[in-house]
């Protein structure tokens, strides 16, 4: 599976800050940009598979439909 999202890192005292736009609950910190970003991948990662555990949970035994989906987004550069 590949998606397209937009990782932001901000400079704080501290080293980094990073979240990703698109997916709220996807953020981190990181002494340094290389470890932020790491350290956000690994977040991303652990954020969708507690959200798929999550959704496995709550569809146990129900009557539901799963199936890919696609979009298509613009994304503005700034």
């Known amino acids: 599976m590949e998606l397209?999202?937009?990782a932001v890192f901000r400079k704080v005292?501290?080293?980094?800050i990073g979240f990703v736009e698109e997916l709220p609950g996807?953020?981190?910190?990181g002494a340094?940009?290389?470890e932020a970003r790491?350290?956000?991948m690994e977040a991303?990662?652990?954020?969708?598979?507690?959200?798929?555990e999550l959704t496995e949970e709550l569809c146990e035994?129900?009557?539901?439909?799963?199936?890919p989906l696609f979009i298509s987004a613009k994304i503005s550069s700034r």
Request: aromatic residues 4%.
């Open 4 to 6: 397209n999202l937009t």
């Open 13 to 16: 005292p501290e080293g980094y």
């Open 26 to 29: 996807a953020n981190t910190q």
């Open 32 to 34: 340094t940009l290389e």
């Open 38 to 40: 790491s350290n956000l």
């Open 44 to 52: 991303v990662e652990l954020l969708i598979e507690a959200n798929r």
């Open 61 to 67: 035994g129900g009557n539901v439909i799963r199936e």
